[in-house]
């Protein structure tokens, strides 16, 4: 009797679905075409290699040939398909090249995170704030996104629509003077180009969205505001739930907004923030 109520019962047909709807979750960007901006390490790199895991077909793009290549080598090893393209967003004619790629590789394009982003300037009041500085923030992190965008979203028309996910900060939210003037202008530009391509394209398809990450453990990161460990900790005090974020922790974020579960989200940009805008 002990044995009988012991052996593995059939699944039922709640259980079944269940299990039919996680292999399905698994792979919610099969033969998708997904484009990502910087995604030659940090963020962008952790975000293609999740697109990848879920079935979609990965363009990668950045200025540093490399790394870029290294990441859709480690696509390529875990049976995933990738493409990298040397980029540099702030110029017309690489952002439109890239998004050809998409195309000329591909076949189309179906979802893009815009991630590719400077900080510059760390530190530095707007007076003392080199001009040069200014443009190079301003024209990577929003004209950048400025760009991409422009023909992202004239590559998803001809798909017949898909999403937009642009990387902005807690910097679009709220100012600070350790990031600097012309970080804060340009992800406060971000979420109204978010906003603005939400109102523009939400009856053609295409939604929009931004997430707004503050502190995560990146190679970027590390190198400036979390370099030594008295920064660390101070960095460690404006986060409530107590610990830096984590690559995963965003890219989970940009996967939903991408995925039909987000179907009737666009024009908005949520923090990633552990509480740093409560």
């Not at 995604?39 to 879920?54: H, K, N, V, W, Y």
């Not at 295409?206 to 990450?213: G, M």
């Amino acid at each position: 009797m002990s044995g009988f109520l012991m052996s593995p019962q059939p699944a039922t047909g709640v259980e079944r679905a269940g299990e039919r709807d996680k292999k399905e979750m698994n792979k919610r960007f099969e033969a998708k075409v997904v484009l990502i901006t910087g995604g030659t390490s940090g963020l962008g790199q952790d975000a293609a290699l999740a697109f990848a895991r879920e079935g979609a077909q990965v363009v990668i793009s950045g200025r540093r040939r490399e790394p870029g290549e290294q990441t859709v080598a480690m696509i390529r090893q875990a049976s995933g398909e990738a493409h990298f393209v040397q980029a540099d967003v702030s110029k017309p004619a690489d952002a439109e090249a890239m998004v050809n790629a998409c195309i000329e590789t591909y076949g189309g394009l179906d979802y893009a995170f815009n991630n590719a982003g400077i900080e510059g300037g760390a530190m530095v009041h707007i007076a003392d704030c080199d001009p040069s500085v200014w443009d190079r923030v301003i024209g990577t992190n929003l004209t950048g996104v400025f760009l991409s965008m422009k023909y992202e979203i004239q590559a998803m028309l001809q798909r017949g629509g898909g999403a937009i996910v642009n990387n902005s900060a807690v910097a679009g939210y709220k100012s600070s003077k350790v990031v600097g003037a012309a970080y804060v202008a340009s992800k406060h530009g971000v979420n109204g180009l978010t906003k603005t391509g939400a109102l523009e394209y939400a009856d053609k398809g295409i939604r929009v969205n931004a997430v707004c990450p503050a502190m995560i453990r990146t190679p970027m990161s590390e190198q400036t505001l979390l370099k030594d460990k008295a920064l660390e900790q101070r960095a460690i005090s404006l986060h409530p739930i107590g610990r830096i974020g984590n690559p995963e922790e965003v890219s989970a974020l940009v996967l939903w907004l991408c995925s039909d579960e987000a179907s009737f989200v666009t024009g908005t940009a949520i923090p990633v923030d552990g509480g740093f805008l409560c």
